[in-house]
């Protein structure tokens, strides 16, 4: 018989995005149901993040190996094995899942229903022969990889990030279709543990990052030899004698690509098809469902959060939306998104980490604006680590505002916390070249940039002529 439930809440989905929520309400002694299909954690504990970071952690380490000879030690080639490799990926997984699990949320006082969720109305959802009828609902159904119409795609074996984690063996040449954050990291990574890799990308590769910034990593990407195509068009792809060979073509003509792996990273799709979002008069469209900056969507009493809401797809920001959602929800206190605030980071080495308006944005935004470059080599920690390239770049408005930060460096994503906290709080230069930072830091750096802003101020006259009027005294 079907049951029907009434709680305060109903999330759908179990991904970082929607166990935010459920906790946060569940904190407060809120009722909640929690609908996840599939596994607790989503897509970051599970295909995402934590898999791909852990692989770049393995691969760091053999690339440490193989360059030691820069640090007096003796090079050699790593010995990679991936079957540990592989269980060691698995092996965080299983030990961050208990935070994420069923029973952890139930225990919280979540009611969790493993099943799918379907609107039948604007007031129901359907899941697990259950019918919720809550006060509030919040979409938190996450992304998918997105698989592009090519010719013969879907008659060769192909990864993607769902599968790529499952692999026990190191594929020998992996191609890549899509030179996003995924594709990129990913290059990385397998080159250092020792496959070929080739990249094919239809437009720029990190095309959405400052390309004064990505220039750092994909140089960095080509020295250790990773192919990139960019611009380049793939017109069929087939399988011989267990190849899969990729028929390119760009500015320099036609050419192939063969490898023994294929990985699928060509962006991502936000799930809602199965949603019944037309029962619920849900809007969505090509980039997901549509909310206003509330996050709410056509259907007030319903929230779209995290990827399922189609704008920056990270795990930061899927806590983000959960915030804002929970602020509304539970305090009846308005909330609107604000992307500038929201950091963007590819785990690249070295990382490329931005916030805030990037220099080309600011310039549409306010005209005139500043920026500041500094170079890593300058900072005295970069210089005993061996670090050989890298910027810090500062978008910087009126009296000093700071409007945007991008960093290339080894744990860039570390270091644009800082700037972070000063984006959302619309700090000045000033108050950066008034704190004390650590020697030697890599954090140093932005104090160089903050100090540089202000050297001019040296040189002006009037300075000069007041600190010449206060020697008088002694
Ligand atoms: C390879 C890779 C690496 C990444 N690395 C990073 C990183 O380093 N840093 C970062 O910030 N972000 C990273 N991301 C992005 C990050 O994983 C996502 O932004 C984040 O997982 C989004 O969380 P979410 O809760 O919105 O969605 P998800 O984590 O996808 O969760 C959605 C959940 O909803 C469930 N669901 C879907 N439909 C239904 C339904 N109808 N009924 C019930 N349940 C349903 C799904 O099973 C899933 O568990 C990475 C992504 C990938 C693919």
Redesign the pocket.
């Known amino acids: 018989m079907t049951k029907v439930l009434n709680p305060d809440i109903c999330v759908?989905?179990?991904?970082?995005?929607?166990?935010s929520v459920a906790a946060g309400a569940a904190a407060f002694g809120v009722p909640v149901v929690l609908?996840?299909?599939?596994?607790?954690?989503?897509?970051?504990?599970?295909?995402?993040?934590v898999?791909?970071?852990t692989l770049i952690a393995a691969a760091r380490h053999a690339q440490a190996i193989r360059v030691a000879g820069r640090f007096g030690l003796t090079a050699s080639e790593p010995v990679v094995d991936y079957a540990r490799l592989h269980a060691r990926i698995h092996d965080v997984i299983a030990g961050i899942a208990p935070h994420d699990s069923v029973e952890r949320f139930a225990a919280l006082g979540v009611d969790v229903l493993q099943?799918?969720?379907?609107f039948v109305d604007e007031n129901t959802l359907a899941?697990g022969g259950h019918l919720i009828r809550a006060r509030r609902f919040v979409i938190?159904?996450?992304?998918?990889?997105a698989i592009p119409p090519i010719p013969g795609l879907d008659k060769v074996p192909f990864l993607t990030?769902e599968t790529?984690f499952d692999l026990t063996r190191l594929p020998a040449h992996l191609v890549i279709i899509g030179a996003g954050?995924?594709g990129i990291?990913?290059a990385q990574a397998y080159r250092r543990l020792g496959a070929h890799v080739t990249v094919i990308e239809s437009r720029r590769a990190l095309a959405d990052a400052d390309p004064e910034l990505s220039a750092f990593a994909l140089a960095a990407l080509g020295d250790e030899g990773v192919v990139l195509h960019q611009s380049t068009t793939i017109g069929a792809i087939e399988q011989i004698g267990g190849r899969i060979v990729l028929r390119c073509e760009n500015a320099s003509g036609a050419f192939s690509v063969e490898g023994s792996d294929l990985l699928v990273?060509a962006g991502?799709r936000a799930?809602?098809a199965?949603?019944g979002l037309a029962a619920a008069g849900i809007d969505h469209d090509a980039n997901g469902i549509v909310v206003g900056p509330d996050l709410k969507t056509s259907n007030r009493r319903v929230h779209a959060?995290?990827?399922?809401a189609g704008g920056l797809?990270?795990?930061?920001?899927?806590s983000y939306h959960a915030r804002l959602v929970l602020q509304q929800v539970l305090f009846r206190l308005p909330a609107r998104e604000d992307r500038a605030i929201v950091p963007r980071?590819t785990?690249t080495d070295p990382e490329i980490a931005e916030v805030g308006l990037s220099e080309a944005g600011a310039r549409d935004k306010f005209g005139a604006v500043d920026v500041i470059r500094t170079d890593l080599i300058l900072n005295d920690r970069a210089r005993t680590d061996g670090v050989e390239a890298g910027l810090i770049k500062l978008v910087v408005g009126r009296r000093g505002r700071i409007l945007g930060a991008g960093i290339a460096a080894p744990g860039a994503g570390e270091l644009i916390s800082m700037w972070s906290l000063a984006v959302a709080n619309r700090m000045t230069l000033k108050q950066v070249r008034g704190y004390v930072a650590p020697y030697p830091t890599l954090s140093e750096i932005g104090k160089q940039a903050a100090i540089s802003y202000y050297a001019p101020l040296a040189k002006n006259a009037v300075v000069r002529s007041v600190i010449r009027a206060l020697r008088v005294f002694g």
Not at 313 to 318: D, E, G, L, M, S
């Open positions: 759908i989905g179990g991904g970082a995005a929607g166990l609908v996840e299909r599939g596994l607790m954690g989503g897509d970051c504990l599970n295909h995402g993040c898999p791909s970071k099943s799918s969720g379907r899941a938190a159904t996450g992304s998918a990889p990030n790529l954050p995924i990291e990913m990273a991502r799930n809602h199965s949603l959060i995290g990827d399922a797809q990270f795990t930061h920001v899927a980071v785990y």
